[in-house]
């Protein structure tokens, strides 16, 4: 009999001790016989007789129960219970859940079994409610808002350089971190016994050696997310100091104590200067105020400037100038002014909520002093006054109507026009499961002309607005548009793909005439798209709030990412006016010289229109597709061994992704084992991509490596498990196996990035945590987030920093794999070519073949969360 248990309960914990109960039902004989708990090689639906492969002992034990009033005394059902006795070397029960909480075993299952099954009287019967049991401890995270409160503020700074370092005015400057567990398991509940370890080096008068160290609190332990605060003791007036931090968790069990450590967080310079400038005075102007500990309204909005003066601290009188930020964005924001006194009229936020200003005085003799801190909340933005999910009726359905479902102004639902094998519903939409899209045009009807619109104008052309929607394009042959705004003879705005550019482009339209329109363009940076993925596509008209038009511009965000600068209308055309679109909002087809085409094929989906230009921070949120602050994400691409027979890898979704054909020798598939593959000339491929790699996705694969035929791989080598070709010699990402040392195996994650002649320009990596599991099947999962946030520093100039965009991720199990520092992937990467299981590309060549076995590969488009890998990759919700 197997069980089997996935690890979503145990992140993040220590395995102190470990108990496997099952209940005991029946028993062929009243005599006691031996009893084996096992451990197995994971079980699936291509599971066949004899079973998974036997790996380890768990432990026995000589039992007979359920035989009731049969056996004297009597033998009612019962629990048996394992458990490690120190006494028999050869139970470890213990030892194999902590690897299976540490991440190391991706799926535990366990076998019970006679000792002897050629004796009739050892069987037995059991329940299927067995349980696993463990005492356990929280595993330390590293700690979070590390830094020195430089003054008698109360924010604390973080700087990574010390060429830049802090300047701190007080010679005992507060350090602060925020203790963590490794794994936050309920949300809001107080979670293990930790403390703050505080580590301070001096690095201005010899080389970096420690000078002070602190613990918080002093006694005792406090939970998670505690944030520590303490003042170091006296330091050196002019020394260079770098700050680092740890958590530690304490427990204790069973008459034993012990602790655990994270890793350290990375450093923070810091330069003691009693006699720098102290921190300056801000006061604020419209629309913004300060918050207070009991007051804080919310004024203004994103995008909207406030005033804010600055002037010297009482103790300063040689103020020569200021440098300011919002600390929500990166050092490369940074601006500074000139003058003792000075007000600044355009502090604008980009994001609701609150905000922070952090404002340096700079005295005559060039020194920066300590910076203050003005806190202020930024008022919700006004949102869509359009939206249409396309949800409203399913495939086949007489629903002929896309309700707006947004709250502001007023509504203008769609109606969908040439209705039957032209214009309808599609399963295939951007939020999974049980969504819907607008299907255009995508039929054997080659007329071609169905469109949906609404009756009146959705958004007023002639002030700013911003539009956005997710594009699933199936051909190319022509221009096809996804959203427009008709006047009398042209559109005001169009959001489309341009088979003369071959790219995505968001337009303006001079003026409204019906001979030789001038069209005023932005024009998305890559290439031609490719067909049949989801693309997201955003269109922001900015009139900077006045009348004057020559300041006028468009822009173009692809996926989240801005397409180039801004476009001066005015600059391109002096005969361009904002002129106001008099028809209705047009989804899939254009307005031309008066005459209606250009309609779109294939899907749209999630369309929002804004009466004001969004940021680029919010459109890098609409980007993400959040539902109660979770990204959306659709299963694209699913490829099941289980399913398959003969030479395919069968794809069971219903996108039109092509089976993976096997290679003609070295592949094969096992009804027992799945794909396998021989690590010599074996492989499966197909044409990809699947989804839009310069946007967000996700990919996850099923493996079992080889350890016999790694183990004769020389040292260096990697293969790959699964990856998309994006030249000739190079993975547009990929993910895979490297052998650094032998017997020592390694998970890894990786995105390439080429030039036009095939030359890597950027690449990134995430490398597993600990050794890589071998026969035994693992669930490798990566992710590429396009819009997460990183802090990028100039390798030639530490201080000089900027926030980018685009991360991966590195999944074993359910367990999030430590990133390093290249882990940031900007380039908008899209591969082409073969999409292939077993073997990839890299260094020019293409080989890198995988000895293993493979049971499934799926793709979504989407970046998944923690959560979201534990409850759709690995099948289970975390607690």
Known sequence: MYFEFSPSKLAGKYILDATFRAYNTWSFSCNAKWVDLERTNNISEGTRWPGPTQLDQMGDRYVSNGRGTNCSPDQPDAWVEFNDNPEEGDENLASTVRKFADGKISRLTLMLRAKDESDPEAWKRFDDNAELKVNYAYKPGVPTSVGVIPGDGTTAYCNKSSSAPLIVTRVDPMVQAAVQTLVEHHAGDEEGALQAEFVVERGDDAAWHQVWTGYRPGTGWDPDGTVERMRTSNRADGGLYRLKSRTQSHWSYNGKS????SSYSSWCYFKIDSTAPKAPLITAGLPYTQCTETLCDGKGGPGVPGSFTFKPNALDKDIAGYRWRLLTTSAKETRTVTGSTVTVPNVTPSLSGTQVLSVEARDVRNRWGTPAEFSFKVSPATGPVGTWHFDDGAPGSDVTVAKDTATEGTRHDATLREVSTRVGWSTLARRGDADHSLWLNDGADQTRVGYASTVSPAVNTKDSFTISAWAYLTDTS???????????NASAFTLYYSASYKKWVFNRTATDTKTGPVYLRSLSE???PPLKVWTHLTGVFDTKGDTNKTNDTIQLFVNGRPQGQPVVLNSLSSAYTPWVSSGG???????????????????????????RPLTRDEVAQEAQLLENSVPGNELVAHWDAASSTGTELK???????PA???????????TQHGLVVDGT??????????????????????????SAKLAAKPVGYEAQVAGQQASAGESSWALSVVKPADGVYQWRFTRTAVGADGTVTQSAQVPGGDIAETDTWVQVTGVFDAQEAWEWSDPADPAESETRYGKLHLYVGQFDQPAEGDAGFTAAQQGAGALAVGRG?????????????LEELRIWTGAMSADQIASQVIGTDTP
């Open 660 to 670: 993976l054909k096997l290679s003609a020798a070295g592949a094969v598939l096992d």
């Open 681 to 706: 000339a074996g492989y499966a491929s197909a044409t990809g991509p699947v989804t839009d790699e310069s946007g967000s996705f996700t990919a996850t694969a099923r493996v079992q490596l080889d």
């Open 841 to 853: 590309s890299k260094g020019g060549t293409t080989a890198r073949h995988l000895p293993g076995a």
């Open 478 to 488: 022509s221009t096809k548009v996804v959203l427009a705004a008709p006047g009398t």
């Open 258 to 261: 012990g602790d655990l450590f």
């Open 526 to 528: 890559t290439g031609e």
């Open 651 to 657: 794809e069971l979704t219903a996108y039109p992704a």
């Open 585 to 611: 909002l047009q989804f899939g087809r254009s307005l031309v010289g008066g005459v209606w085409g250009e309609n779109f094929r294939g899907r749209l989906d999630e369309v929002s229109v804004w009466q």
